[in-house]
């Protein structure tokens, strides 16, 4: 079963190492700070104790330099 939930960027390991710079602007375009919904669900799983990204690095970058 698939759930949503809210978590701290920084428990959540990356599983990429680079973002575009050019996706970074067009999702930051999109991104409002005081509502959370407009970057979407950011798909991560649990393999042992590591919870990691499997999509949506970039997203998860703009929240983050958004604080």
């Known amino acids: 079963m698939k759930s949503s939930f809210k978590m701290k960027l920084s428990k959540i390991q990356l599983s990429q ?3 575009s710079k ?11 700070p005081q509502d959370l919904s ?5 798909p991560i ?3 042992w104790n590591t ?3 499997t999509d949506g690095h970039t997203r998860a970058f703009a929240a983050y ?3």
């Open 17 to 19: 190492l680079y973002i």
């Open 22 to 32: 050019q996706k970074l602007v067009k999702v930051n375009d999109k991104f409002d």
């Open 38 to 42: 407009t970057l979407g669900l950011i």
């Open 45 to 47: 799983k649990k393999l």
């Open 51 to 53: 919870i990691f990204y």
């Open 65 to 67: 330099q958004a604080g």
